[in-house]
């Protein structure tokens, strides 16, 4: 946990030790396992996740895209509300990544989305093999309000989250430091947030070797 008054800093470059084995990790087999629509079809907790979540839209599913280096393996698409259930996916034997629904607006039938989203803030606050949460903030537009209710839950849940900025490729650099320096000031509201927050883009690459090594310190 980390005490108000911390600072919140870009992540380090972790060494090459660090960025070797989150290579390894992710250059070996990487499943799909299943899709959880109710707490009761979590599976076994015998092995550590970490998870991905954000608002609708954010680059969930394609982070986990690009950080395994393949393209069809968690469903991506441009409609708010593409992912529905609570995705899992095997990293070897070392633990599960997850990807989550995105909270906010969806679109998709209004029954459904609160099912999906009560689902998923259960699941955010009560797993106890979450080894990590991390939150995706798309960095054009930074923490929005349902970022801080969800970073609230974290909070209160003591699970700690890191912050990861989305589409790094798209904003300009005046834009895209305002952001981060908004950031700064948002995260440190939240004694759940880790110190590192991390900038990435799924479309150049980004930051994806210090998240693979980030989740590999993790699993
Ligand atoms: P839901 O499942 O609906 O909650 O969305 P999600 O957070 O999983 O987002 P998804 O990965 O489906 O991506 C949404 C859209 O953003 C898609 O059109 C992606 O191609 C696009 N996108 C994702 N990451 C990036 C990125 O780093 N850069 C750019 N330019 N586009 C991205
Ligand atoms: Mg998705």
Redesign the pocket.
């Known amino acids: 946990m980390t005490a108000p008054g911390v600072s919140f800093t870009e992540m380090a470059d972790p060494g090459p030790d660090a960025i070797e084995a989150g290579r390894r990790l992710f250059a070996g087999p990487c499943n799909f396992l299943k899709g959880v629509v109710a707490l009761s079809g979590l599976p076994d907790t015998n092995r550590p996740e970490i998870c991905f979540a ?10 986990i895209n690009a950080l395994t280096g393949r393209n069809g393996l ?10 529905q259930e609570i995705n899992y996916f095997t990293l070897g034997e070392r633990g599960y990544l997850v ?1 989550l ?2 909270y906010g607006y ?1 679109r998709a039938p209004k029954d459904k989305v609160a099912l999906w989203q009560e689902l998923l803030k259960a699941y955010m606050a009560g797993r106890i093999t979450l080894a990590r949460a991390f939150v ?1 903030v798309d960095a054009r537009h930074g923490v929005k309000t349902v970022d801080h209710e969800i970073m609230k839950l974290l909070d209160r849940a003591a699970v700690s989250f890191q912050a990861v900025l ?5 904003p300009k650099a005046g834009e895209r430091a305002r952001v981060i320096s908004a950031l700064q000031d948002d995260l440190a509201r939240h004694p759940a947030a880790y110190p590192e927050f991390i900038v ?4 150049t690459g980004e930051g994806i070797t210090h998240l693979r090594a980030a989740i590999s310190g993790l699993l």
């Open positions: 954000g608002r609708s839209n954010v680059g969930k599913s394609s982070l968690a469903r991506a698409s441009n409609t708010p509300g593409r992912t990807d629904p995105g969806a995706l989305t589409k790094a490729d798209k990435t883009s799924s479309e």
